[in-house]
């Protein structure tokens, strides 16, 4: 009589495939998904915060050096003013004054543009920026102003949130009205993420009598300081 030989055994595989797989071997891999899950986030989120200091600073920038351009290409006096409050910059174009001027009154300013900065960054100052006429970017304020213009060539008190761009290229203050005659004013201007530390920063300066526009971005080595960008 034929010896019936038993049936072949299964290999591992074979019983892990048709077992599927175990509770903590799907716990083990669920804690890699979130672990690795909560890296990105993160990661993201950093990266999401320094685009919105990036693009509040790019915004304010080219603010400034647009219309400064348009002030000279066009030959008009071209007003900005600066809102802390609702991080928010207003650009009025002023019409000039009639030839021959007989009411001496100035035409009615007319908006051009209005930027709104990103929710989570503002116009402020921190504890911890510098405060020294050294220190601060230009050498403009003291750092306790986050839109601080008013500086002229020979002092002044600053603590102005309006500038006016001249024909020439020039910055003055609004005292002249249409006739353009007000004071050169210089200045600078804070915009920071209070979420973060002080370093998620930059300051932009004016300069009066050319308009010059130049940024900065505060460092931590032997800082805080202010470094030109």
Same mark, same amino acid.
């Given at each position: 009589?034929k010896?019936?030989l038993p049936? =072949?055994?299964?290999?591992?595989m ?5 077992r599927?797989?175990s509770?903590?071997?799907?716990? &083990?891999?669920l804690?890699?998904i979130i &672990?690795?899950?909560?890296?990105? #986030?993160f990661?993201?989120? *950093?990266?999401?915060n320094?685009?919105h200091l990036?693009?509040a ?5 080219? *603010?400034?050096r647009?219309?400064?351009n ?9 007003i900005v003013?600066?809102?802390?409050g609702?991080?928010?910059?207003? #650009?009025l174009?002023?019409? =000039?004054?009639?030839? =021959? ?5 100035c035409?009615a300013?007319?908006v051009a543009?209005t930027?709104?900065?990103p929710?989570?960054?503002?116009y402020?100052?921190r ?5 020294a006429a050294?220190s601060?970017?230009? !050498?403009?304020?003291t750092?306790?102003?986050? #839109?601080?213009f008013g500086?002229l060539?020979n002092? !002044?008190?600053g ?10 290229g ?5 005292s002249g009205?249409?006739?353009g005659l007000?004071?050169y004013?210089? !200045?600078?201007?804070y ?5 973060? *530390?002080?370093?998620a920063?930059?300051?932009?300066t004016?300069w009066g009598? *050319?308009g010059r #526009?130049?940024?900065w971005?505060?460092?931590q080595p032997?800082?805080p300081i202010w470094?030109?960008?």
């Amino acid at each position: 009589m034929k010896k019936r030989l038993p049936p =072949p055994r299964k290999s591992f595989m074979t019983l892990r495939k048709n077992r599927g797989y175990s509770l903590l071997e799907m716990m &083990i891999v669920l804690a890699v998904i979130i &672990i690795l899950s909560s890296f990105a #986030v993160f990661r993201m989120q *950093t990266v999401l915060n320094q685009a919105h200091l990036d693009t509040a600073y790019d915004t304010t920038l080219s *603010t400034l050096r647009n219309t400064r351009n348009l002030a000279i290409a066009q030959s008009y006096q071209y007003i900005v003013t600066f809102n802390p409050g609702a991080g928010t910059i207003q #650009v009025l174009w002023q019409p =000039p004054m009639p030839s =021959p001027p007989a009411a001496q009154v100035c035409p009615a300013t007319q908006v051009a543009h209005t930027y709104t900065l990103p929710g989570d960054i503002t116009y402020g100052v921190r504890a911890g920026f510098p405060t020294a006429a050294a220190s601060v970017p230009d !050498g403009f304020g003291t750092g306790a102003a986050p #839109v601080d213009f008013g500086y002229l060539t020979n002092g !002044g008190g600053g603590g102005s949130a309006t500038v006016v761009f001249m024909p020439d290229g020039s910055i003055r203050d609004n005292s002249g009205g249409c006739a353009g005659l007000g004071n050169y004013s210089s !200045g600078v201007i804070y915009l920071t993420r209070a979420a973060d *530390t002080i370093y998620a920063s930059r300051a932009i300066t004016v300069w009066g009598t *050319t308009g010059r #526009v130049r940024g900065w971005q505060l460092t931590q080595p032997g800082g805080p300081i202010w470094v030109q960008q």
